[in-house]
């Protein structure tokens, strides 16, 4: 069974944004609908209660009015003479002895009975004395307010059809102007809330920052205590941590500093006395030599891996500072090999490298280049190639070894101090200090750079440590 991708949640910021957005839109869209609602019923409510007075006011003119003599073209003009509100249209029903007789103001635009709906008519057909009745539909697409009221004198029925077109537009116009509303206040929820986000957020984006800077090595960023006093409690924490941390670290930084410097004595006097060993093997045993070969091994260990714990205690008290300088890149990898005694390891680079200038301490470069060399030599039988690459503004420096290579859940781990992985301990014919890719890490962070570790391209065994470095000038 497929697992479920995982679901990708908004950053707090647009959450926040779209949270004002949203609000504002139902707030609008809840305002809109009321005020159209209330504005709708207002008007029709008007309209209805005006036509009503006025229809039931003709109906009694008119049901005094007419009589069994009262001819069509009577009724014409009685019609033609009935105050009407909105030009609403008259109709009036007359009982004859031959049935019922209709006549309209207007028939072209409502005609009778077809545009009198059965119902209210139904409504209207009651006792003498009845109310008025109404109801509100569409004849031929326009809509009309239909009212009917019986005659006083039972002769019969007047209606009047009040149009209500001009409501409608009213209407119309009313609900564009409230989705323009809406959408103009769901805009400024938005602005609102990038606004409030921002506010809101800068707190966490300097306690953000501040932490960064404290984990890329700054001990001595802090957060601005003053300000807001609902955010100082928070910021006097964070700094005191800070302050502790900052502390902790100098104080461990100091003590392997200390210890390194007061095991330089001791050792210097243990390294001349094997050295007055040395000078003396011949009238040693075999079993002797054998110890002595042993002792000098461990000796060169152990003096590499003082200078190096003083070397990380120099960072992590003052955090390193460099002696830049210019000089081209192909040249100096070549010489630090060389240097590093493996001058019989190929460097391969494109010809139009030669010219490609870099700004760097080249003491740490060279430190950089040597350790590479001598990991490659401890664990991994020695480096095979070095090859420089140049892409845009980075420059690649990149040295490959024929061992096992590097698992992927150990690339990381391998940059530690003292780590060296699960090959450490018996690849190659050395076993390191541990330190020395700590100090590359270091030495490439201080130029601005970074280090990885991938495998070969060409798809033999082995592995490839990457230098990335910035390019100043070509």
Do not use: C
């Amino acid at each position: 069974m497929a697992l479920a991708a995982p679901r990708t949640r908004l950053r707090l910021r647009a959450r926040l944004t779209l949270a004002f957005g949203l609000g504002a839109l139902l707030l609008s869209t809840l305002l809109s609908a009321v005020a159209y609602g209330l504005t709708r019923d207002n008007l029709l409510d008007g309209r209805e209660a005006d036509a009503v007075v006025v229809t039931s006011r003709n109906a009694r003119r008119i049901g005094a009015t007419i009589t069994e003599e009262t001819d069509q073209t009577d009724l014409r003009e009685i019609l033609g003479n009935q105050t009407t509100i909105a030009d609403a249209i008259p109709v009036i029903q007359v009982r004859r002895s031959t049935g019922f007789e209709w006549i309209s103001g207007d028939p072209e635009a409502f005609g009778a009975p077809t545009d009198i709906n059965a119902n209210l008519l139904m409504m209207v057909s009651n006792p003498v004395g009845a109310s008025a009745a109404h109801m509100r539909y569409k004849v031929q697409d326009d809509p009309y307010l239909v009212i009917g009221v019986p005659l006083s004198t039972g002769a019969g029925t007047y209606v009047e059809a009040v149009p209500l077109s001009d409501i409608e537009d009213t209407l119309s116009s009313l609900g564009l102007a409230l989705l323009g509303a809406s959408s103009v206040t769901t805009l400024a929820g938005v602005g609102l809330g990038t606004w409030a986000s921002r506010r809101v957020l800068s707190p966490i984006e300097d306690v953000s920052a501040t932490a960064e800077a404290l984990a890329s090595g700054d001990l001595s960023a802090r957060l601005e205590v003053e300000g807001d006093r609902d955010l100082a409690p928070l910021a006097a924490s964070f700094n005191e941590m800070a302050a502790n941390l900052e502390e902790r670290i100098e104080r461990d930084a100091r003590f392997a500093s200390d210890v390194s410097h007061e095991l330089r004595s001791p050792l210097m006097t243990i390294m001349a006395s094997v050295e007055v060993l040395n000078s003396r093997r011949d009238e040693l045993s075999d079993r002797a030599q054998t110890a002595l070969d042993l002792l000098t091994d461990d000796l060169a260990r152990f003096r590499q891996l003082v200078e190096d714990l003083l070397e990380i205690s120099r960072y992590d008290t003052s955090g390193g500072s460099l002696e830049s300088d210019h000089f081209g890149i192909v040249e100096f990898v070549i010489r630090a090999a060389r240097e590093a005694d493996h001058d019989e390891i190929p460097v391969t680079y494109p010809p139009e490298m030669a010219e490609t200038v870099v700004e760097a301490d080249k003491r740490r470069l060279a430190r950089v280049i040597a350790n590479l060399l001598a990991n490659a030599k401890n664990y991994a039988g020695g480096a095979s190639a070095i090859e420089l690459r140049q892409f845009d503004n980075t420059v690649e420096i990149a040295v490959e070894d024929g061992g096992p290579g590097v698992p992927e859940e150990e690339r990381q781990l391998i940059f530690s101090r003292f780590a060296r992985g699960s090959e450490g301990g018996r690849r190659g014919a050395g076993t390191g200090t541990g330190l020395g890719l700590a100090l590359v890490v270091e030495h490439v962070r201080l130029h601005g750079g970074r280090v990885r570790v991938d495998d070969r391209p060409d798809g033999e065994p082995g592995a490839r440590f990457v230098v990335e470095l910035p390019v100043v000038s070509e």
